[in-house]
């Protein structure tokens, strides 16, 4: 995500972007467990998983796409124990009706029942309403043409923009 929202919010902190283009929560998970992130000490860890697990939720469910988010925090804050971890609930695609977009919504919902957040260090991001209109239709202007990735100024603009305020609380309560 080393965009311009990003330079513009976080230019004056270290980070690290261990995500790759198409990953699904199992292709962190073996990074986080192979080495990814071997030497690391955070102090806060954004965790930004589960898009990709949609393409599979026929197969695997909803549920399992949820726990493979649930794993991926657990994973982090065992690896981290001192950091502070920021789950962001899996953003809005495609339109209402499409599968995508309907078991993205199903597994935010099984994520809200794996309560994330009932460990005191993860907090929960949840950019769901920020991101579409009250019909449920994605905003204009957030989306690239292809109603999945975010558009450099509008939707990376917004979530930099939300996340920054909450990395910024958990730095100082250290």
Known sequence: MLNQAWKKHFANY???????????????????????????????????IGNNNMFFTPETG??????????????????????????VKILPAHAPGNRFYEDIKKTNLALDALKLDSDPKVKVLDLWNDMVNADGT???GLF???????????????????????????????
């Open 14 to 48: 270290k980070t690290i972007n261990i995500g790759i283009g198409g990953d699904k929560a199992q292709n962190v998970l073996w990074r986080l467990d192979h080495g990814g992130v071997e030497g690391l000490q955070p102090k806060v860890v954004i965790v930004m």
């Open 144 to 174: 690239t043409p292809d109603n999945i990735h975010l558009s450099q100024t509008g939707g990376y603009e917004l979530y930099a923009s939300k996340l920054k305020p909450l990395v910024e609380s958990l730095l100082t309560k250290r």
């Open 62 to 87: 909803i549920e399992a796409a949820a726990k493979g988010v649930q794993m991926c925090v657990a994973n982090v804050s065992d690896k981290f124990p001192l950091a502070e971890v920021i789950a």
């Open 138 to 140: 994605l905003k204009q």
